[in-house]
Every structure is written in structure tokens, then in C-alpha cells.
């Protein structure tokens, strides 16, 4: 009896989280994320000037690229659209969820996501970046100063060229190629990759690996990279104690 008792309950237990998956509802903390009730916004704001990017968001990934015009596209459930708004060069996307945690239950490849079009041809003075669970891709990207801070999610930098790059984040992994005149990167955990024109570097992680892959000589009195639990490496050369 006991074991049929305890079959019931978790048949039971199996079907009332299945009805909450199903309805999209919150429980003391989780939200469950069905992608089919998922809907694609885009907002466009012509070819303008953009000076400055600002970024504050709690889930979801982000992309840069170049295109003919400002845009920001955005597949969010509907309660959940980043808020865009653009005024005297600034581009502010704001996404927050008050729901502390979530799982999300796909039935497609598609997932939180917000992708920035900068027009053709912009050196953006200043973007910053502030997130929670954010994966960010940036390619070709031409900027003066680019901060990030998050606390999970990797980032990838390909191709762009930037005079200041700072970043202070906890966890996820940096790939970072193109030209840089200062890159300053604070990680806690993961690995950290930086390769192509580099001149002020330093690099401080506590769980993880850094590596250096340099176009043309580099002047190490210009270098600091430091790991507590991982390996350096420079130019396919690891670097000991």
C-alpha cells in the first residue's frame, strides 16, 4: 500500500509542475519558460548618431553588430521586453525581471536574446554594460571606451577595435581579438583568451586560465597577467611560476 502510495504522490507531483510549465506561472521563486509564447519585438530608430550604449539586464543574451540603422531587436516572453529607449545619442536598454530564478523549458533553439544594430561607420564613445545571467557577443565594433560587469554569462569580442576595456565580472569565460590599446579584466572563474594588437594589458583571475596570442612583438613591462588556480600563456608558450 505504501508503495502504491508513494507512486501516486509522485505521478502527482509530476503532473502539478507540468501544469506549471504549461501556464507559464511563477512558484515561490522559479519561473517556468515556455519559448512558443515567445513574441519578437523590434524597434528602429532610423540611421541617427549613437554616442553611447548603455546596458542593464538580468536574462538573456545580447549581440552588437553593424548594419544601415539603429535597431534593437528583442525575443523576450511578452512581460519581459527590455525596455529601449534612445535620446541625444544614448541608446539605454533596460531588462529586469523581479523573479529570482529561472528554468527555461524550450521547445525550440530559441532562447532570450536581444541584438543591437549600430549604423555603418560609428565609433561609439562609451558602452557599458551591467547583467546578471548574459551571454554578450560584440563584432566589429569600433568604440572608445567599453565596460562590462555581470555576474554569469561569457563574452565574445571579435574583431573590434576599442581604446579602454575594463571589465570586473564573477563568472564565465572571455574571448577577446581585434586591437586594444588598455584591456583590464577581473574574473573570478573561467578562462580568459585575448588575442591580436594588445598593448596595456592586465589581466587578474582567481579560477582560470589566461592566455596571450599577440600580433607582433609585445613589451612584457606592459603586461600583468596573474591566475591563483590556472595556467598562463603566451603565444603558445606557457609561463611558469
Not at 511563477?26 to 519558460?33: C, T
Not at 579560477?207 to 600563456?233: A, Q
Amino acid at each position: 500500500m505504501k508503495k502504491y502510495s508513494l507512486i501516486l504522490f509522485a505521478v502527482t507531483a509530476v503532473c502539478i509542475i507540468v501544469g506549471l510549465v504549461y501556464n507559464y506561472k511563477s512558484f515561490e521563486g522559479i519561473k517556468y519558460i515556455n519559448s512558443s509564447k515567445m513574441i519578437k519585438d523590434e524597434v528602429n530608430f532610423g540611421n541617427v548618431e549613437v554616442k553611447e550604449v548603455k546596458i542593464d539586464m538580468d536574462h538573456g543574451d545580447i549581440s552588437f553588430a553593424y548594419g544601415p540603422e539603429l535597431t534593437v531587436s528583442s525575443l523576450y516572453l511578452k512581460e519581459d521586453l527590455p525596455k529601449v529607449t534612445y535620446e541625444n545619442g544614448v541608446l539605454s536598454v533596460i531588462q529586469k525581471i523581479p523573479v529570482s530564478n529561472y528554468v527555461s523549458v524550450r521547445h525550440s533553439e530559441d532562447e532570450y536574446l536581444t541584438k543591437v544594430t549600430i549604423p555603418e561607420g560609428t565609433v561609439i564613445k562609451k558602452i557599458e554594460s551591467v547583467s546578471n545571467n548574459c551571454d554578450a557577443y560584440l563584432e566589429n565594433i569600433d568604440a572608445e571606451d567599453v565596460t562590462f560587469k555581470q555576474s554569469t554569462g561569457d563574452v565574445d569580442i571579435k574583431g573590434c577595435k576599442f581604446q579602454n576595456l575594463i571589465a570586473d565580472c564573477q563568472d564565465g569565460d572571455f574571448y577577446v581579438s581585434g586591437e586594444f590599446a588598455n584591456v583590464d579584466i577581473k574574473l573570478e572563474n573561467d578562462d580568459v583568451t585575448l588575442s591580436g594588437k594588445l598593448d596595456q594589458v592586465k589581466v587578474d583571475v582567481i579560477n582560470g586560465d589566461i592566455e596571450l596570442n599577440t600580433e607582433g612583438p609585445i613589451d612584457l613591462n606592459k603586461v600583468s597577467i596573474n591566475t591563483l588556480n590556472g595556467n598562463l600563456y603566451i603565444n603558445g608558450k606557457e609561463i611558469g611560476d
